[in-house]
């Protein structure tokens, strides 16, 4: 199954990378090749670079960086290039279909160790307290295709994170998020895209609206839960739970994206692990058949 799911990434790589010049040892498509063959097996990039770690029939006549030289080359600007390009065709691997209008919005954190000597990680809430790692940010569309992910620190706030995906991309229709989202800045940041509306319920439930000017989207937001009586802004809410269950499907799978190995620290890295795993989860999804329930 793991190979399976790396000839499916080693296609859109040989289909994106240059071509290797007689001066250079390993292409970058050597290079993301290698680095793709430790990721969907859940390994050190140094075993990957190991004759025994591949099958005969795929390592024969095949040339192998040493470690070091991966672990250098995947940090070179092309080669990250090359992630982003792989990362791009990857997610558009499903058959087009008309933009969704509705997204929704979640993260999930990556605790490490309370211990661990990496300086770029944050503390912050993670899952019923405080702890120590990173968080993955996604908007998600309403046919489950990824509209844009960042990761950041577990002390960046959600809100902040939020801003930034929904200001580099375009979209259009509702937005739906839970309390921790309720924010102005937010609102206004939605509406600043024009034919989009977060919908989130109100952080603090019950209390005031107070005195300052209230966001035009905040207050169509309060409407939409807590007036209106069509109930529309509701099942929107409900509807929320979509993300939740594509997180539960993207960490009950094998090779799915669980957890930080030890070996995984540090942003740049953990940034190029979680892409890869949601490169590969993508191409997994993309082959489901869709089920039907009898009736």
Request: proline share 5%; glycine share 10%.
């Amino acid at each position: 199954m793991e190979e399976k799911r790396w000839k499916e990434v080693r296609a859109i790589i040989r289909r994106l990378a240059r071509r290797k010049s007689s001066r250079e040892a390993f292409g970058d498509g050597d290079i993301a090749e290698v680095f793709y063959w430790s990721v969907v097996h859940d390994r050190p990039q140094g075993w990957a670079t190991l004759r025994a770690s591949w099958p005969i029939h795929l390592r024969r006549g095949r040339k192998l960086p040493s470690q070091g030289t991966l672990s250098r080359r995947v940090a070179t600007p092309r080669i990250i290039q090359l992630f982003s390009q792989i990362e791009a065709q990857a997610f558009g691997a499903k058959p087009p279909t008309p933009p969704p209008l509705l997204h929704c919005l979640d993260g999930k954190p990556l605790i490490i160790s309370k211990i661990s000597k990496d300086r770029q990680s944050g503390y912050g809430w993670g899952v019923g307290g405080m702890a120590k790692g990173y968080k993955i940010h996604v908007l998600l569309g309403g046919n489950r295709s990824i509209a844009s992910w960042r990761l950041a620190p577990l002390s960046t706030s959600e809100k902040v994170m939020a801003r930034r995906m929904i200001k580099t991309v375009r979209l259009q229709g509702y937005v739906v998020a839970d309390g921790n989202y309720d924010d102005r800045h937010l609102h206004d940041q939605c509406v600043a895209q024009r034919e989009l509306q977060l919908v989130a319920p109100r952080f603090k439930p019950g209390a005031g609206l107070g005195h300052r000017q209230r966001s035009q989207g905040r207050t169509r937001s309060i409407h939409l839960l807590e007036v209106s009586c069509t109930g529309f802004g509701r099942e929107l809410l409900k509807m929320r739970n979509d993300i939740e269950r594509w997180f539960g499907w993207l960490v009950c799978h094998g090779g799915g994206l669980v957890s930080l190995p030890p070996w995984v620290r540090t942003y740049r890295r953990v940034h190029r692990w979680v892409s890869a795993k949601l490169v590969l989860m993508n191409l997994k999804y993309a082959r489901l058949k869709p089920t039907y329930v009898a009736t």
